[in-house]
């Protein structure tokens, strides 16, 4: 494809994201639907051409598990990057539609995400760096891909300015600024699973007995797929576990964090993944016990306890997602 501007017809928006937008549109020429993601780039113009230049890696990206790239453009203050249109939109999507996914469904996705990861990082060395449901895409074929992987760090940089806070998917080691490697992504992707199979965010849970219990306070505002602004604090904002906290903690009760600039509760859930046990698939005895199994080996907090995607695909509930009769093309038609 040679892709122009004018010769893509916007048919529908699709959402928005971190400092992005996504629309359906026709490239007219081919009748190909396709999906376009804009972001709005405040660079200069040798930057956006270097960014431009990495982008053209994804051209080599070939696997059933990864979206297919179409190209990318300039369009001043924006670029635009077209890609493979997904029928049935993002697994955030569809749990909010129909509910918690079925287990074998969850399985599938395990599968793929895992059969993605392993493809960018072997063939590439790339890691993925933002897995969480509204990256992961479904069509009505049944497949499952990824989506919005970090091909090109100089795009990362550019959006990390005016970043919008899906942190929320961060292993401990990355909010502590340790490095990106591919078993942060293994964190994510549990972290996924679980509000797949629970059909919500595993950090609004209210049934932890611990004295944290009022994170509970957060349901209904900390939603993954809802930009949060996160400005930081000033430095030194030391203390945050102290009285003073709890109180502020209280006092955001009920506010809505969209939008609303920097709060102390979104440091706080931070603080929460970095000091608190990990989340589990829970309640125990609801899911298969090899589910359970393979989300505890994704969240171990310590990164080198925590298994490798390689890992992953060994792991008999895989085994098991791969052998399965399970027919994803049937359940796609189901809504
Ligand atoms: P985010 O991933 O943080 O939600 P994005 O800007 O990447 O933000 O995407 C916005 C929404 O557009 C996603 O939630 C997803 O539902 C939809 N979307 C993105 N890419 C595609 C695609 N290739 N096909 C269909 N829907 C897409
Ligand atoms: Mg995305």
Not at 88 to 114: E, F, M, N, Q, W
Request: glycine share 8%; proline share 5%.
């Amino acid at each position: 494809y040679d892709l122009k501007d004018e010769d893509l017809k916007d048919l529908q928006e699709l959402g928005a994201g971190n400092g992005g937008s996504v629309k359906k549109v026709e490239h007219v020429p081919t009748h190909t639907l396709m999906a376009k993601k804009i972001v709005l780039i405040d660079a200069k113009p040798s930057v956006r051409k270097q960014i431009l230049r990495e982008l053209q890696i994804m051209h080599n990206c070939h696997s059933d598990y990864i979206i297919s790239f179409y190209g990318a453009f300039l369009s001043d203050p924006n670029i635009c990057i077209c890609m493979e249109f997904a029928d049935k939109g993002s697994l955030d999507g569809i749990y909010k539609r129909i509910g918690a996914i079925d287990i074998d469904v969850v399985s599938k996705v395990a599968l793929a995400v895992l059969e993605g990861l392993t493809y960018l990082y072997d063939v590439h060395r790339i890691i993925h760096r933002d897995i969480k449901p509204s990256n992961i895409l479904f069509n009505s074929k049944g497949q499952i891909k990824i989506c919005d992987f970090g091909v090109s760090g100089e795009l990362i940089n550019s959006i990390a300015d005016t970043f919008v806070g899906t942190s929320t998917y961060m292993s401990p080691e990355r909010i502590q600024g340790a490095q990106y490697t591919v078993k942060s992504d293994v964190w994510s992707l549990g972290i996924s699973l679980i509000e797949l199979a629970l059909g919500r965010f595993p950090f609004s849970d209210s049934s932890s007995d611990d004295d944290d219990s009022d994170l509970s306070d957060f349901e209904g505002t900390l939603s993954p797929s809802k930009p949060m602004t996160l400005s930081l604090p000033p430095p030194k904002s030391k203390g945050l576990d102290t009285k003073e906290s709890k109180r502020n903690k209280r006092k955001s009760k009920g506010v809505s964090l969209q939008g609303g600039g920097m709060t102390m509760s979104i440091l706080e859930l931070l603080q929460h993944i970095v000091n608190e046990p990990a989340p589990r698939l829970t309640p125990e005895g609801r899911f298969p016990k090899m589910a359970e199994d393979f989300v505890y080996g994704c969240l171990m907090k310590d990164p080198d306890q925590r298994k490798t995607p390689k890992d992953l695909l060994q792991h008999e509930w895989i085994v098991h997602a791969r052998e399965t009769s399970f027919d994803l093309e049937a359940w796609a038609g189901t809504f």
